[in-house]
């Protein structure tokens, strides 16, 4: 192991007391924030303290109000400010740092492509410029179904200079997940492209746009990125639009950046929830951008001249926020790779950060998990020493996880932040400031200052430390979700319903995560209360996938749980009841298997398909999902008499297997 710090044994040691790390000096002395004195004056002054993140963007016109809380909980924050948030990643960089790369892209097969801040701006002003022409106005909602490719973050910044709020779906998703997300925003407008590669082999993602696009309600005008050239050919319909030759008849555009208000809506992100529908999360352009930017450069410590790099996909909010928004906002480098990171080998990510001298990674633990699987003679074939920070997001990272983050990449010489945050956040809300807290691996940290989040019991009364309650915040921040697309009603019930105290004024938040907290208020999230299941840090509705699980041919009934798994996290285990006459074969496995993957994607992808002639209810019929879980998992049952059907219990226990 490394010889400079302490010995594999004392690490361990010092992990099994629960024991802290205090943060690097040398990454102290150089640190965004390094004031210990922060957490105080934001409680002290807030919310004015907001105005400090407001104040890392250009506004054209100031706001008059930090918060507007006459109408709780539909918060308003920087209350008339005018801004738009394409000059605010471009163009107000272009004196200074016009030269200085905005996107370092790496594809697949070794491809790169640099954008200078200025070829960024330009190549945004032309599909901006394209965008209009094709019809699009102020507020028409984008939609982007696209992998990561250079073209989605132009396309995102074009919709933000001409005010379109876009709404990104993730390329992973299946065409039935792409028609309901744009017959629920009545999206006209889709940017696409005709495939790209994964493991070095083309995949075609027109088909499935097209296919998509069959079940959308609205007349859908398209336009599509050639990305795989003639690796596969592909032919445009009635509406569809060449990329290169829109761009092309607009070659020099100038489109000047709308004037946008502060609460203006600047995307729509559909995430999962515990009904079927997905909910559209609404983020606006001042709350929203203020809030990244900030988070970016206290806990990212994200300075201009970084090579910054997370290695999240756009199409969730961990690359809105951390890939486009927040570092662009600051100006810095933001690295941008298409692939997967054991392809051509298993060093991939270790080769990037060599040759380009990364100086921030922000990944997700069940990457971590398979790196360690993976063994360290992969890093270690590669100069990490540019690294200065390193960070996770989307699930809780393990202790031993996180300890060979720490020593085999960091080489304990790089803070670690976990964050902590949900798409309707915006960004990180429970995390160390990494110039001023110590790291207590397996907790997240303490909740960021001005950010006022608790752990509570089912009466909403705060628990004492160590026990395990709900997370909840109980005072609003800029980066907040506004409402759900056009269901204010839902907003309410799914984010304030539980906690709050309407008639008392008292508007609490609950994020559907359980946690505990210690004596120094570090907070360690304990996984999600609802039903959604979070697989390889990608957060999936139980009822979205019972109800895709039935929808197949000989399904009569359906449960859905999540089983622990080594390196997702969680994965997908489906217990299936068959209807009269059919056999729960492997044909029928095939078929359901076959079902997720068309209604959500192959990330849904049931682990385990197990039959049985019945589930566990209780008297009163409800599925005892929590049974289903400790039987995925192998673990004791405890009493399982007071189930109306106590003898299906051990049937469905020597079905699964627990290897
Ligand atoms: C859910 C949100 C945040 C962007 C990616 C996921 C879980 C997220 C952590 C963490 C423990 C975490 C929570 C949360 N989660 N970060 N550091 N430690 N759990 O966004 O898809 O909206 O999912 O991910 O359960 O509620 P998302």
């Known amino acids: 192991m490394s010889d400079q710090g302490e010995s594999e044994v004392e690490l361990e040691a010092r992990l099994a007391e629960g024991e802290s790390f205090d943060p690097p000096a040398s990454f102290v002395e150089q640190a965004n924030v390094a004031d210990e004195d922060i957490y105080e004056e934001f409680e ?17 016109e100031e706001y008059d ?18 801004l738009n948030a394409s000059a605010n990643c471009l163009d107000r960089h ?5 030269d200085e790369t905005a996107i370092e892209w790496i594809g697949e097969l070794g491809e790169t492509r640099s954008y200078t801040y200025q070829e960024l701006h330009d190549e945004v002003n032309e599909f901006a410029a394209a965008l209009r022409e094709m019809g699009v106005e102020e507020d028409d909602v984008v939609t982007m179904y696209m992998p990561m490719i250079p073209e989605l973050p132009i396309a995102m910044l074009a919709c933000a200079r001409i005010g379109a709020p876009h709404s990104v779906v993730f390329a992973g998703f299946s065409a039935d997940a792409l028609a309901t997300r744009m017959n629920s925003a009545d999206s006209e407008y889709l940017v696409t492209c005709d495939g790209y590669y994964r493991r070095g082999d083309p995949l075609n993602h027109k088909n499935k746009a097209d296919e998509g696009l069959e079940d959308v309600e609205q007349d859908v005008t398209t336009v599509v990125v050639d990305r795989l050239g003639d690796d596969l050919d592909h032919d445009l319909g009635d509406s569809q639009h060449d990329w290169d030759d829109l761009v092309e008849a607009q070659a020099g555009a100038s489109v000047e950046p709308v004037t946008r208000d502060a609460e203006d809506m600047l995307f729509l992100m559909y995430t999962s929830g515990t009904t079927g529908e997905p909910k559209g999360v609404k983020h606006t352009t001042g709350g929203y951008l203020s809030w990244v930017s900030w988070t970016s450069q206290s806990v990212l410590d994200i300075k201009p001249e970084d090579t910054y790099w997370c290695s999240a996909d756009i199409g969730w909010i961990t690359g809105h926020s951390y890939i486009v928004y927040g570092p662009l906002a600051l100006g810095t480098t933001s690295v941008m790779y298409e692939g997967t990171p054991d392809y051509p080998e298993k060093d991939r990510l270790w080769q990037i950060v060599d040759d380009y001298d990364v100086t921030q990674l922000y990944t997700a633990p069940t990457a971590i998990r398979a790196f360690m699987k993976w063994g360290e003679e992969y890093p270690e074939k590669h100069d990490l020493s540019s690294l200065r920070l390193l960070g996770t997001v989307g699930e809780p990272i393990n202790p031993r996880a996180w300890k060979w983050y720490y020593t085999h990449i960091g080489n304990e010489e790089c803070p670690v932040v976990d964050t902590w945050w949900q798409t309707e956040t915006g960004g990180m809300m429970v995390t160390t400031i990494p110039g001023v807290a110590e790291m207590k691996p397996g907790s997240a940290g303490p909740a960021l200052p001005g950010v006022s989040a608790k752990v509570v019991d089912g009466n909403g009364d705060e628990v004492d430390p160590g026990e395990a309650g709900y997370l909840v915040v109980d005072k609003p921040w800029p980066g907040m979700l506004r409402t759900l697309y056009k269901n204010d009603e839902r907003f309410i019930e799914e984010y304030w319903q539980e906690y709050s105290d309407p008639d008392e004024d008292e508007w609490v938040y609950f994020p559907e995560d359980g946690a505990k907290i210690d004596e120094d208020g570090y907070i360690t999230v304990l996984g999600r209360v609802d039903d959604v299941i979070n697989v390889s840090g990608h957060r999936l509705g139980t009822m979205e996938l019972e109800s895709a699980v039935v929808g197949v041919e000989g399904v009569a009934e359906a449960a859905i749980v999540g089983g622990k798994h080594d390196i997702k996290g969680e994965a997908v285990y489906a217990y299936v009841i068959t209807e ?7 044909d029928l496995r095939e078929r359901i298997i076959e079902g997720v993957e ?19 209810k209780t008297r009163s019929g409800k599925i005892m999902r929590r049974l289903l879980e400790n039987i995925a998992n192998g673990e004791e049952l405890g009493n399982t008499s007071t189930l109306r059907n106590p003898d299906i219990v051990s049937e469905i226990q020597s079905k699964v297997s627990n290897d």
């Open 598 to 616: 068309d209604a959500i994607g192959p990330i849904a992808r049931p682990e385990e398909v197990v039959f049985t002639e019945d589930l566990p």
């Open 94 to 98: 272009l004196d200074e740092r016009g």
């Open 65 to 82: 109000q930090v918060l507007d809380d006459s109408d709780e909980p539909f918060y308003e924050w920087f209350t008339d400010g005018k």
């Open 580 to 586: 009269d006459g059919y056999e729960g074969g492997e």
């Open 44 to 60: 002290e002054n807030w919310p004015e303290c907001w105005e400090q993140a407001a104040d890392l963007l250009t506004w054209e």
